[in-house]
């Protein structure tokens, strides 16, 4: 999932690659506000992950954006 985000990042927000990594903050990759709403917009999209430009705004770094990525292609399961 990691990847398919860094993929996003660079093809479609054009994000230098070498910039994105886990640990790597919004500011790190340069997402501010309406970049977040593309982003929001593109996973949705492309992927069907309804995530919303608010929940990604809440979350610090890639790592964490992938997590709830993840969390949500598994569907509903709660464990």
Do not use: H, Y
Request: charged content about 30%; aromatic content about 2%; overall charge negative.
């Amino acid at each position: 999932m990691f990847e398919t985000l860094k993929n996003i990042l660079v093809d479609k927000l054009k994000v230098s690659p070498d910039q994105v990594v886990p640990e790597a903050t919004k500011e790190d990759v340069e997402l501010d506000s309406l970049a977040v709403v593309e982003l929001s917009l593109v996973l949705e999209k492309e992927l069907g992950l309804k995530i919303s430009d608010d929940e990604l705004m809440e979350l610090e770094t890639v790592g964490e954006i992938v997590a709830l990525m993840e969390q949500r292609s598994a569907g509903s399961v709660t464990v």
